[in-house]
Structures are given as structure tokens and as C-alpha cells.
């Protein structure tokens, strides 16, 4: 049995996981003039770097708004902020 290792190292699993969001084409947006825009912005993460019920609350939240929107013919997309 493989070990686990005690810190999670990203560049072992990420970039697989990356090149297969670009194939399966999870970065790129439907265009469809029939259907009404809707869209939240993801806030930058918190400054300390410490999660806590309030990130779990307002994740849920968004979540729930987006996909209340799509079955009301609306293209329900949630959008990363950029933090720079």
C-alpha cells in the first residue's frame, strides 16, 4: 500500500487535473442571446488565509443563487475575482 504524503504538493496533481478542465472546455462560456446573463463574482480569499463558517455560508449562498437562475432560462455562471 502507497504512502500518503503529509503535505499536499499541487504540482503532482493539478496540472492533470488542469489539462482536463481545458479539454472538457470548463473554462468557456456558452453564448446564448435567448437566454438573460446572470452571474456572481467569487470574492478573493480571506487575508489570513483561515476559513471559516462564514466562507462555507457564502459559498453556499452563491451556489444556491446559480442554480436557482439556470432552470429560470438564465446562464447561471459564478466567476473567481481576480486577487492581484
Not at 10 to 36: H, I, M, T
Not at 76 to 83: F, V
Amino acid at each position: 500500500m502507497s504512502e500518503i504524503a503529509k503535505a499536499y504538493e499541487p504540482k503532482e496533481v493539478e496540472q492533470r487535473w488542469y489539462a482536463n478542465w481545458l479539454e472538457a472546455g470548463c473554462f468557456k462560456a456558452e453564448v446564448d442571446s435567448a437566454k438573460e446573463p446572470y452571474s456572481i463574482m467569487i470574492p478573493p480569499p480571506n487575508v489570513t488565509g483561515m476559513l471559516h463558517m462564514g466562507h462555507v455560508l457564502d459559498n453556499t449562498l452563491q451556489d444556491i443563487f446559480v442554480r436557482r437562475a439556470r432552470p429560470r432560462a438564465s446562464r447561471g455562471r459564478q466567476l473567481a475575482s481576480d486577487a492581484r
